[in-house]
């Protein structure tokens, strides 16, 4: 599927280093998502392009981690980030799920959290095989 958020889209909420020059990888992972976990008939395409905007936001933070303060001397630097937090990792991610009203965001980072792993199992008649 086509990405919903366009590259300057995504720059209006977030501040992207010039480390980051291209944006296509973090919008296609957060169109993955949201078109396979964001399936609530209660979510219209602009909902959808919302909740795709927050997340796309969310992996270039992680990518290009926030700062959470500095100090100039002696010089020291701290990082937004920690770990086992998934989709709350960053304030991107934190609103996604809140743009999200369907709740899909937030059981998926559950699941994440929970360490639960889907998956599927299907048996195959020998005749049809």
Same mark, same amino acid.
């Given at each position: 599927? $086509?990405?919903?958020? =366009? $590259?300057?889209? /995504?720059?209006?909420?977030?501040? !992207? @280093?010039? +480390?980051? @020059?291209?944006?296509?990888?973090? #919008?296609?992972?957060?169109?993955? #998502?949201?078109?396979?976990?964001?399936?609530?008939?209660?979510?219209?395409? @602009?909902?959808?392009?919302?909740?795709?905007?927050?997340?796309?936001?969310?992996? /270039?933070?992680?990518?290009?981690?926030?700062?959470?303060?500095?100090?100039?001397?002696? !010089?020291?630097?701290?990082?937004?980030?920690?770990?086992?937090?998934?989709?709350?990792? =960053?304030?991107?991610?934190? &609103?996604?799920?809140?743009?999200?009203? +369907?709740?899909?965001?937030?059981?998926?980072?559950? &699941?994440?959290? @929970?360490?639960?792993?889907?998956?599927?199992?299907?048996? #195959?008649?020998?005749?049809?095989?």
């Amino acid at each position: 599927m $086509a990405a919903r958020v =366009t $590259a300057d889209e /995504v720059k209006a909420i977030i501040e !992207v @280093d010039s +480390s980051v @020059d291209d944006l296509t990888p973090f #919008i296609h992972v957060a169109n993955k #998502i949201v078109s396979s976990e964001c399936t609530d008939s209660s979510l219209d395409s @602009d909902d959808k392009k919302e909740i795709e905007r927050w997340l796309a936001a969310h992996f /270039v933070a992680i990518r290009d981690m926030r700062k959470a303060s500095e100090k100039a001397g002696p !010089v020291a630097d701290s990082n937004q980030y920690k770990l086992g937090l998934n989709l709350q990792v =960053t304030m991107y991610g934190q &609103q996604a799920m809140i743009v999200d009203t +369907s709740g899909a965001l937030a059981r998926l980072n559950k &699941q994440a959290q @929970d360490g639960v792993r889907h998956a599927s199992l299907y048996t #195959i008649d020998p005749e049809d095989a």
